[in-house]
């Protein structure tokens, strides 16, 4: 055999089951190969052309036979590193997807022209980056704290401070956002990189705010999905460029392919954000723990409170809890909103207590109402009987979308201009619960000489002055006021907390304790409709017992965080032989289902410890594979596989 033969191991970029594997190509002389490239190989009898990228270069192969040979190469950069591979490869195993997956997820698609300007800006640059002094302190956290959280293998759950800061140009930032960004200037002082990782384009633009304030624009990097593809894909590539850079981005920016990584940073991994929709639907946090695993960087879990995830890491010692010195958080008081039967004919929803105390602070700056639901109200009813209505097509809910449109349904987007109750054969709906839509509307004529604005998925506000007004926003949807709320009020709390989702309690907390961070150090929030621990909990800001309780009850049922999850859902055949081949092993703890999700479709949901984890992630990706070769033609019978995604037990709730 010729010494100077070169071997290239490519993982295909396919979607293909039966294709998760490394293939093997010849290098032809001609051709300049380098690890981590994105080439083109023959596939059938190499008929057909693929791309991929080359994990490894060899001198030999273990394939008996001839080899096909590389046709091309897709652009000169190596666009994955030996590190990036060892992750996807991690985090396939781990979800019992395909690697092919997780890179796809981690690198974005090419573009020539930006590449080539990328190429060209980087040969005619040479200067460094000046780093300005440290900022001054935001919330006054430990001494070191920075530099603790920052040494290799270090996990810490960092408790962020309440409140807003103003900035040199004047715009407001969450304090929080100040945190994050001295923990980015500490690792940059190291000459080392750091990745923070937040939920929402919200976040992005209080966190580019908070970085610019304290690092060079140059060290700055941005990896969202709300940038163009080409945009994108430049920063991506300035993240291979061999020198300190903070990254801030939204969950794909888990992945950038850094020098020198000090650590990453997620932001509220408790947000729905962070959970992966595309397979195999890993979560932020877990891929920050495994990119750990491999480098060995250092994890921040960041939050002005934390979910039961990180608690219950903090409470086996794996994370280190840092807190901060002082506290800027407003005064919490629960109120009981009561609600009679005539609560959809009254003219405002906010509780007496509240309404009396919002007048008075609407006096000193902006009030913030938050409330639970999107849309004009949450459901319609019969005006005569007061029966539910349900659409004819379907029976799902109607629901008004605005005021004075016509009723559609939440289930199939039927629109319904005909209805007739099945209990009196009346035709009027009126409203039943409260949407942002309708809670706009009654609070508007309780305050009828005063700004009411609205924010939703539909009216993306950022800011808001720091004039009088009154900002009504769903849960996570809140502006920043400038100076922060002189008040807040927290609406809906029974129907947040008393909803069909394993996630309520914990959603719930996260989204009034971040209400809560965006008011004065003297503002007041009030509680609406909540009693019992929750209610205690919130008003003292000292969430650990009620969390352990939860976790407590958790344990004893066998639900996550204390177990791991997986659903498999597919054609009926294919299920029961998953199931069987998993009961074999004997690593997993029982199974729930089957349920039937359609015509000849069944999902379960089996239960598993972490220390059978890798057992049954690894039997799930084989059986994924092996079942996917004899798929027919244009009927891909194949499993649908989610690890560790509590969403699906609550989809048990609507079978």
Known sequence: MSPTRRIARVILETRLPQLDRLFDYEVPPSLEVSLGMRVKVPLRQRKTLATGFVVALLSDTEHHGSLASVSDVVGPVSLMSSELWELAEGIASRQAGSAADVLRLAIPPRYVRAEKKWRESREVSGSVATLPPPPEGSGGYPEQAWEKMLEPDARSALYLDHGVSELSSGESVPRGAMTVAEVAHTALSQAKSLVVVVPTWRHVAFYEAALREVIPGESLALLHTDMAPAERYVEYLRCLEGRPIVVLGTRHAVYAPLH??????????????????????PHTRDVALLRQKNTRCAVVFASVVHGLSVTRWSEQGYVTPVTPTETFRARVIPT????????????????????????????????????????FSTGL??????????????????????????PHCSWCGVPDTAWRCEACQGKNLVPRGQGIGRTVSDIGKAFPTVPVIRSDGENRVLRVSSHPALVIATRGAEPLAEGGYAAAVLLDGAAMLSRESLGALEDSLHAWEGAISLLRPTATAYLADVTGLPALAVTSGRYEQLLRHELGERQKLKLPPATRIASISGPASLVSKAREALEATGAISDVLGPVETGPGVVRIIIRFSYAQGSRVTGELRALRNKLAVGSAKGRPERLHIVVDDADRLDSLLND
Do not use: N, W
């Open 381 to 406: 009813a019969c005006a005569e009987c007061g029966e539910r209505g349900v659409c004819r097509a379907c029976h799902g809910p109607l629901r008004l979308m605005a005021q004075g449109v016509r």
């Open 260 to 281: 020198q990584l000090a650590g990453m940073v997620v932001v509220d991994d408790t947000d729905e954000s962070h959970s992966e929709p595309l397979a195999p639907y």
């Open 336 to 375: 009981e909103l009561a609600a009679g039967s005539a609560a959809h004919q009254a003219p405002a929803r906010l509780p007496s207590q509240a309404f009396r105390a919002a007048k008075e602070a609407l006096a000193e700056g902006p009030v913030l109402i938050q409330v639970f639901r999107a849309g």
